[in-house]
């Protein structure tokens, strides 16, 4: 079982840039494929981008490219999303995720991301 904890959410203005972090604990870290999400205010959850176990691989929604960075050091068990050029649409709760295979079965409990304009 692997534990996640996100941090790093808050108050940005439009423009401006945000980093979130997200912890892992328990089961080996560099065995998942580890990924951000994010649920905006009445809408359901969506992917942002994924990271292969070894960081050789990533993946992202068409709306963050060129904007957003996935990262990921397996010493520190430690996940990254850097986020610039951040857009009021972006708010929303983030998520970090974690999968074996094809399903994401493992969640942290989400940090707030409130981009003003």
């Known amino acids: 079982q692997i534990r996640l904890v996100e941090s790093g959410g808050g108050l940005v203005q439009a423009g401006n840039s945000l980093s979130l972090s997200c912890a892992a604990s328990?089961?080996?870290?560099?065995?998942?494929?580890m990924g951000w999400f994010r649920q905006g205010p009445g809408k359901e959850r969506e992917f942002v981008a994924e990271?292969?176990?070894?960081?050789?691989?990533?993946e992202y929604t068409n709306s963050v490219k060129g904007r957003f960075t996935i990262s990921r050091v397996n010493a520190k068990n430690t996940l990254y999303l850097q986020m610039n050029s951040l857009k009021p649409e972006d708010t929303a709760v983030y998520y970090c995720a974690a999968k074996i295979a094809t399903m994401w079965d493992h969640w942290g409990p989400g940090t707030q991301v409130t981009v003003s304009s």
């Open positions: 990271i292969s176990w070894d960081g050789s691989r990533t």
């Open positions: 328990g089961r080996t870290f560099s065995s998942y494929i």
